[in-house]
């Protein structure tokens, strides 16, 4: 079974940075990907970024390309997220989530997430 656990969440000044940590395991071929959704009070969650563990390749939404980088560490089976220059519309619980390749946008198509870390952006 596919377990995710993520790390890292807190509160940040906007112009500052966070790194958030998703540690899976379970996880036992390379035909997956890993995302990172993020879900704001009265929104709906989306997809902020994914990373392909067959290939290394990656994706970004729109409004956090440039700021946000998605990176894996194989040997230790962990995802990261490094975010900079943060606004207060990142402001969300942050989920780790893993499926299948290939992946489709929608939350509602992955199949395994974690519990979720609060990022809050305020001065």
């Known amino acids: 079974e596919v377990q995710l656990v993520e790390s890292g969440g807190g509160l940040v000044q906007p112009g500052g940075s966070l790194r958030l940590s998703c540690a899976a395991s379970?996880?036992?071929?390379?035909?997956?990907?890993v995302g990172w959704f993020r879900q704001a009070p009265g929104k709906e969650r989306e997809r902020v970024s994914y990373?392909?563990?067959?290939?290394?390749?990656?994706d970004y939404a729109h409004s956090v390309k440039g700021r946000f980088t998605i990176s894996s560490d194989n040997a230790k089976n962990t995802v990261y997220l490094q975010m900079t220059s943060l606004k207060p519309e990142d402001t969300a619980v942050y989920y780790c989530?893993?499926?299948?390749?290939?992946?489709?946008?929608?939350?509602?198509?992955?199949?395994?997430w974690g519990q979720g870390t609060q990022v809050t952006v305020s001065s």
């Open positions: 989530a893993a499926d299948r390749l290939p992946v489709l946008e929608h939350a509602w198509f992955w199949d395994y």
């Open positions: 990373i392909s563990l067959r290939d290394g390749s990656t």
């Open positions: 379970g996880i036992t071929s390379n035909d997956y990907a």
